[in-house]
């Protein structure tokens, strides 16, 4: 799987008093989602995300069909967006994508509807959670294990980029919940200080998290919540008995 791929497994949890699975916070999941690509590609060493533009370095597709498809349009635009406009860029269609590549590898369960407006709803039927605590437990390590630069560990900044991208998507609480979770949100946190000396896809994933925090700044100034404003939102919120509906 990819980091979007198991961004949004993360994302998944159970809906209030426990009635079905739902999606946390897909809004600023989906801004996640499209940084997630981002760091993956800074970590295969195919674009470096800098001050102003994201610079493609190498075009050479990588092992993910998804991720070659995003450096060739990285590679494509012209003049290299900066980060902010990458992320703005992100199409509302992007968690129903990584929604349905869970479903094609049996991760999760779907069953879809048509409500009364027309629209296709989905129930998240089940989930992989034994999957889920497996990762929960990867990313809780690789923030626990991480007192200086990740550049010459990628599996350590793969665990760190994702621990930053889900806390951006508004999930540090799903992933380090209560009490016992308080030391790793803490030490997370603390590791905004200087977040540069921690390499690249993780310093990217920062970077990245800061540019979410500015657009949803700016369209709740604007009183909208991105690309897809309110009615996305009710659309991938909408709960049902039966499951978590988006």
């Known amino acids: 799987m990819t980091m979007g791929d198991e961004l949004l497994l993360l994302a998944i949890t ?4 426990h009635r079905g699975l739902r999606i946390r916070s897909p809004q600023r999941l989906r801004l996640a989602l499209r940084a997630a690509e981002l760091a993956e590609l800074v970590l295969a060493g195919r674009v470096d995300v800098g001050a102003r533009r994201i610079a493609v370095r190498d075009r050479a597709p990588v092992d993910a069909p998804r991720l070659s498809g995003v450096l060739r349009v990285l590679a494509g635009t012209e003049p290299a967006p900066t980060l902010e406009e990458w992320l703005r860029a992100a199409p ?18 779907v069953r879809r ?11 998240i039927l089940s989930a992989d959670l034994p999957r889920r605590r497996e990762l929960v437990a990867r990313v809780g390590a690789a923030v626990r294990a991480a007192p200086g630069s990740a ?3 990628p599996d350590l900044a793969y665990g760190l980029a994702l621990a930053v991208l889900a806390r951006s998507a508004g999930l540090a609480s799903a992933v ?5 979770g308080w030391a790793a ?41 991105g690309g897809g404003g309110m009615g996305d939102m009710n659309l991938l919120e909408g709960g049902t008995p039966g499951g978590g509906t988006w």
């Open 14 to 17: 159970p809906g209030r008093l």
């Open 92 to 109: 509302r269609s992007l968690v129903p994508e990584y929604v349905s590549r869970l479903q094609d590898r049996k991760v999760i369960r």
């Open 113 to 123: 509807w048509r409500g009364r407006d027309g629209r296709t709803r989905n129930d």
């Open 151 to 153: 550049d010459g560990d």
């Open 176 to 180: 380090h919940p209560g009490p016992r």
């Open 185 to 225: 949100r803490r030490r997370l946190a603390a590791l905004t200080a200087d977040p540069g000396a921690l390499g690249g896809a993780v310093a990217a994933a920062y970077a990245a998290e800061a540019a979410a925090a500015r657009i949803s700044a700016s369209y709740a100034d604007r009183g909208g919540l």
